[in-house]
């Protein structure tokens, strides 16, 4: 279907999806191309129209290789429209769908899109969707494009809320395990080593790293499950390259690259050995790898014994039991870490984990913030995490318990 925008002759659509779509066009001004991102609906919701306005604010801050260049953005209907810079290319997902990539050829995407992605982040922005439906590769040039920022953030840290697995934002296949929400720590610029390691696995072995049929599925992958190795699917790839990537993909992101130089002296190391002998002798990766910002790990430290503690309770609790853990001490000296450390739960369960502080409480409401906090683990324990809401004839449940409950 032909859209009408001012300044602009609307020609093929190049992607549809549930949201937006997207179409090249020629600006008659100069008659160049350009890409168009509009919402995929004559009655746009507004937070798509959000997504939009907040791409544009992105892009406009990104004047790095690699990244197409924000045109301007045009009213359009009840919403908006993105115009960007025209690149001619497919993605990376359809190449390596089509036929199985060289050595050589894998090494040249990696350490480009490595670049771009440093490159994103010395701009202070987090993208935290990389996958390989972002990335489009000019066939001819072999020149990539990073695309779709509709989820990156200015910030060095963004803390993810635990909810709901069918409310978080972005690709599950690539998610990260913090951005899942389930690790109790922030998201950093390492979010995005994840994601770009479970790209090159699937880009290099044909395969995803991961199987699941739903949200829940996926949450638990990440957190919990050790992909196949890539050898056993390639025969081909070296043992570094294969190490390169699982460390791009560890779970804990202090056990991943800490800066992108280190990771690209690795692929670089590659490049060059299979350049000059046809083969890549194994050497130890991130040997050269170095932070370039101070960093406090999120790690928990000298709480191994209460850790334990708390595992085998649960543990206990799986197979029937009931327990209450009290935990007393001095306010702000963390003592809930050791229960929020260790999301996933043995033998693939599905844990729901509730925990707060208890402080003193007006009197005539003694069981005020028990009720409180409890009453935001309840729907998630209903549910197994799938829905947000209760069902109808729940949402007073707690009215039989009188003025304390409420």
Known sequence: MTQELAGIDIQDKLFESQRTVIYRGVRRSDGKLVAVKLPNSPYPLHVDMIRIKYEYDVLSQLQVDGISRVCSLENY?????LVLEYFEGVTLHQISRKSA?????????????????????????????VNPNNILVNQNSNELR????????????????AVSPGSLEGSFPYMSPEQTGRMNRGIDFRTDYYSLGVTLYEVLSGSHPFEAEDAIGWVHCHIAKTPPSIRSLRRDVPPVIENIIFKLMAKVAED???????????LDSCRKQLAKTGDIESFPVGSCDYSVKFQI????Y?????????????ARIVDGGAEMFMVAGVFGHRQISPGQRNPQAPGGKIRVLHLGQVRPVPAGHPLLRHLRRLSGALPAIAH?????NWPPGRKNSWKPWGPTAR
């Open 77 to 81: 209907q009840d919403g908006f429209a």
């Open 384 to 388: 197994g995490g799938r829905r947000r």
């Open 302 to 314: 000298g709480r191994e014994e209460e850790t334990r503690i708390l595992e085998d309770c649960f």
């Open 101 to 129: 990539i060289g050595l050589r050829q894998f090494l040249e995407y990696a350490i480009a899109l490595a670049t771009i992605i440093g490159k994103v982040h010395e701009s202070g922005i987090i993208h935290k969707d």
């Open 146 to 161: 990073l695309i779709d920022f509709h989820l990156a953030s200015f910030l060095e840290q963004q803390k993810q809320e």
């Open 256 to 266: 991943r690259y800490n800066s992108i130089g280190g990771l690209l002296w690795d």
């Open 297 to 300: 790990p999120q790690k928990l």
